[in-house]
């Protein structure tokens, strides 16, 4: 086969993958009686940029992106209309090279990296939409902050001017036998209480829940989740 043709082929692949995904978390908001929006958010790591351009042909507003450098190599070859937010572990020395490119971050997980987007965002003339990144579960291998310090975390952001908390993103443990409702259940309950905790608040605007992947996003979607963040199963098998 030629080069052209696979490529052909992995693009109507996504164009089916795309509409079954969509029928699927549609299906999902009905079933949960939610009448409000659910983001569709293409995960693009590893996936060659006429790929996922493709995806924003299709209607995908929204693309996630896990890696600066892969990130950085990538972004001028995008093109069509779609905002990027930034998903993956962000060390506070790469926040300079993402913070006019990304839209949101939704791995804040520490008062330092906090600082770091402010200061960097201050200096671009600009607020930053940050998520907390929660790590639902309790692993030692993830990212994130303690579900129980949620709150005092977002209580340290009103000091910066220039994020603003839009809620809450978490990446519960793997799938077994339905455990990750619980979790679900759990930050779902903590994004009431931030909700909550930071009403009328200047720089909070608490209206994103960004929950489920490929394996659990019809389960997130039952707990509330706003933006699901879907890679393997729009675009294919990936190695890693
Ligand atoms: C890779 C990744 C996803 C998508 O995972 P799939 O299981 O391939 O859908 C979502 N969120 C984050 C943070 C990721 O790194």
Request: charged content about 25%; aromatic content about 8%; overall charge negative.
């Amino acid at each position: 086969m030629t080069e052209k043709s696979l490529t052909n082929e992995a693009l109507s692949t996504v164009t089916d993958n795309y509409r079954r995904l969509s029928e699927r978390i549609e299906n999902a908001k009905v079933k949960a009686g939610r009448t409000d929006d659910v983001h569709f958010m293409a995960v693009t790591k590893t996936v060659p940029p006429e790929i996922v351009n493709h995806s924003v042909s299709l209607g995908i507003k929204l693309l996630g992106e896990n890696r600066v450098q892969e990130f950085l190599d990538k972004y001028e070859s995008y093109d069509g209309d779609y905002d990027v937010h930034f998903i993956g572990g962000l060390q506070t020395n790469k926040v300079k090279y993402i913070i006019d490119k990304v839209s949101m971050i939704h791995s804040v997980d520490s008062v330092k990296l906090a600082a770091e987007i402010d200061k960097r965002a201050a200096a671009a003339g600009r607020i930053m939409d940050v998520l907390l990144e929660v790590n639902i579960g309790g692993e030692l291998s993830k990212n994130g902050i303690p579900a129980d310090d949620v709150l005092s975390l977002a209580a340290e952001a009103e000091q910066f001017g220039n994020i603003r908390v839009r809620g809450l993103m978490t990446i519960p443990p793997v799938d077994v036998n339905g455990s990750s409702e619980r979790y679900f259940e759990k930050m779902q309950r903590l994004y009431a209480d931030l909700k909550s905790q930071s009403a009328g608040k200047e720089n909070f605007l608490v209206d994103t829940l960004s929950m489920g992947m490929s394996g659990d996003f019809e389960k997130a979607i039952v707990y509330g989740s706003t933006i699901v963040r879907i890679g393997s199963l729009l675009f294919g098998y990936r190695k890693y």
